[in-house]
């Protein structure tokens, strides 16, 4: 008989490590393999600024290509942008009642939002370690409020567990943590940790799991008003002649590990989903709007670049000006900055080293999809008293998202009601790309009903956004994996000549605006000391 060795991959190692330490274990964990590194923002970037009069060309106007902007002007330079779109913003975009766009297909996605609710396509959520966001919404005064990640009364959903009715994340959770502590406290009791535990330790940490999971004086998880205090109750406490409050009842261990609901607490373990998170007020676009007000009339919106061509002085970029019926043109430059997603720029016509252009087609792009849809009432707040947060499900929607503000208001308001991305080989991200956008409403309707079944009576429109759909990113970020990253990594970032690329591709923290902005400030300060050497 052959013997099958586990040899796990670091994720594997550290999702494993996650489920059963937790997250700050996981933390510790990642920072020594090399993931999760903090932010390594230290304050504001410092630039000498050119000899004598230097042109920048920059390409794209998302958030890395205006803070490249920004800096470089304030330090001196001549700066441009070439941005194919009619806006600034790139992946940081925000929609309202009354925007439109064409996503590739031809499809017309419509947003018909009545209310004052909004939707973010693509960056929704600042982890609070995120310090050069931070430091640049303060600099640019783009107020932040809230954004409430995890939260104790949202749901965690299987369709073939509890009959599928969801159940409460904090209940969800302290049965976790109650039954876990009831048999590790069998353990200890049981001396079967004596070579791991002191016996000091032992009592010390027996003392611990009875406060931490709640146990009786026998050690067990059971029903009692202390429980009641922690988990909730089933008649809660009143006043007057109300009836005597009862604790609710806990769940038992197995139907929980057969629900494959433990697993989904660990949305709420990375590090980076660490609480409190934060968002802007009014939509994901005012930080990339705040930008804007400082570097708009640096932008040449409707440019489609189609070359960069560069020699030892300088580089020439060609493109296709839509604002001039598509007429080719071209722009000079001494340096050029890069932004243009990996998955665009692969297909341009690129002057730089072999192995910079095999770096450019290396990173796939991985898949995502959001639909959000708008409802008459906050039922959510109203009949199951959800403010805020996130559920969980698994079914292909993946998570239903709550708002962060208005509370309580009267009128219609706005559901995040699906959301993935085809990590962790969840393909069905394709399936929702496929979909024309009147199918994506229907699908995300169709199974959230089954969460919340008021969706049927209160809903208004909905809209989506299926990210290798849109022609200007043809994906929702770059897919590095290690190996690629070893192969490919420096080369993409180094200076090639004349010209560097930035971007989230081009950062250690890929899909976050933290990791444009980091990217775009290492690339300028890289700039300007090859401009002063
Ligand atoms: C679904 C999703 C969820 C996310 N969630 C979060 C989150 O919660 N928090 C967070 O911090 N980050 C999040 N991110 C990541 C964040 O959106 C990105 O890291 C960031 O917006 C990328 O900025 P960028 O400047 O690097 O690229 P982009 O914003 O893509 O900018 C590139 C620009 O280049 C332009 N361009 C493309 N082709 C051409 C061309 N040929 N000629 C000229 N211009 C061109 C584009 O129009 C675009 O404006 C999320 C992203 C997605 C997609």
């Known amino acids: 008989m052959t013997s099958t060795r586990f040899n796990p991959s670091r994720r594997q190692l550290l999702a494993m490590i996650g489920k059963v330490a937790g997250g700050a274990a996981m933390y510790q964990a990642m ?67 009354g925007d439109r766009y064409t996503e590739m297909g031809g ?20 982890p609070v370690h995120h310090r050069a966001v931070f430091d640049y919404c303060r600099r640019l005064g783009v107020p932040l409020q809230p954004f409430i990640n995890k939260n104790n009364k949202a749901y965690l959903h299987s369709a073939s567990a509890f009959d599928g009715q969801p159940q409460r994340i904090g209940h969800v959770e302290t049965d976790m943590r109650g039954h876990v502590s009831e048999l590790l406290a069998k353990s ?59 604790p609710s009842q806990p769940n038992d261990l197995s139907p929980l590990l057969q629900s494959g609901l433990w697993e989904q607490l ?19 676009d005012a930080i990339t709007d705040a930008f804007a007000r400082d570097v708009s009339d640096l932008i040449r919106f409707n440019a489609r670049v189609t070359r960069i061509a560069q020699n030892e002085n300088g580089v020439s970029i060609t493109y296709e000006d839509g604002g001039r019926g598509g007429e080719m043109r071209e722009e000079t430059a001494d340096w050029c900055l890069c932004t243009i997603p990996l998955s665009v720029l692969v297909q341009l016509d690129v002057d730089c080293s072999d192995a910079m252009r095999r770096a450019i087609a290396a990173v796939p792009y991985a898949s995502a999809f959001k639909v959000a849809l708008e409802f008459r009432r906050r039922f959510w707040e109203q009949d199951d008293w959800i403010m805020g947060g996130i559920s969980y499900t698994d079914l292909p929607l993946v998570q239903i998202a709550y708002p962060n503000y208005g509370f309580l208001s009267d009128g219609p308001a706005v559901l995040q009601a699906a959301y993935d991305t085809a990590t962790a080989g969840r393909t069905f991200t394709y399936s929702w790309s496929s979909m024309t956008p009147q199918e994506r409403i229907e699908a995300a309707l169709e199974l959230g009903r089954q969460i919340h079944p008021q969706y049927d ?15 200007w990113s043809l ?7 290690d190996d690629l990253r070893d192969e490919h990594y420096e080369t993409l970032c180094e200076i090639d000549n004349r010209l560097v690329l930035a971007g989230e591709h081009c950062s250690h923290i890929p899909a976050w605006l933290e990791g444009s902005l980091l990217s775009a400030l290492d690339a300028i300060k890289r700039l300007d000391q090859r401009e002063n050497a």
């Not at 000498?48 to 800096?71: H, K």
């Not at 010390?204 to 709640?214: A, F, M, Q």
């Not at 590090?271 to 998170?277: G, H, I, S």
């Not at 208004?460 to 849109?470: A, E, F, L, P």
């Open 457 to 471: 009576a209160e809903f208004m429109s909905g809209t989506s956004w299926v990210w290798h759909r849109v022609d």
């Open 31 to 97: 920072t020594s393999l090399g993931f999760a590194q903090t932010s390594g923002y230290s304050g504001a970037v410092s630039l000498q600024g050119p000899r004598e009069g230097r042109r920048v060309l920059i390409l794209g106007a998302g958030i890395a290509g205006m803070a490249a902007a920004y800096e470089m002007r304030r330090a001196g330079y001549e700066v441009r942008i070439l941005e194919y779109q009619a806006r600034q913003g790139g992946r940081c975009l925000t929609l309202r009642g």
């Open 475 to 481: 994906g929702c970020y770059g897919q590095w994996t």
């Open 266 to 284: 660990f949305n709420f373990n990375d590090y980076l989903f660490e609480p409190p998170m934060f968002e802007p007020v009014g939509g994901m």
């Open 107 to 126: 499809h017309e996605i419509a947003c018909d939002f009545q209310g004052d609710g909004y939707f973010n396509p693509g960056p929704w959520r600042l």
């Open 188 to 246: 200890l009791n049981q001396g079967d940790l004596d070579n791991a535990v002191s016996a000091e330790d032992r009592e010390k940490l027996l003392e611990g799991l009875k406060e931490w999971g709640v146990l009786d004086s026998d050690y067990r998880y059971s029903v009692s008003d202390d429980l009641g205090e922690v988990r909730g109750w089933d008649i809660r406490p009143g006043g007057g002649l109300m009836a005597e409050k009862s």
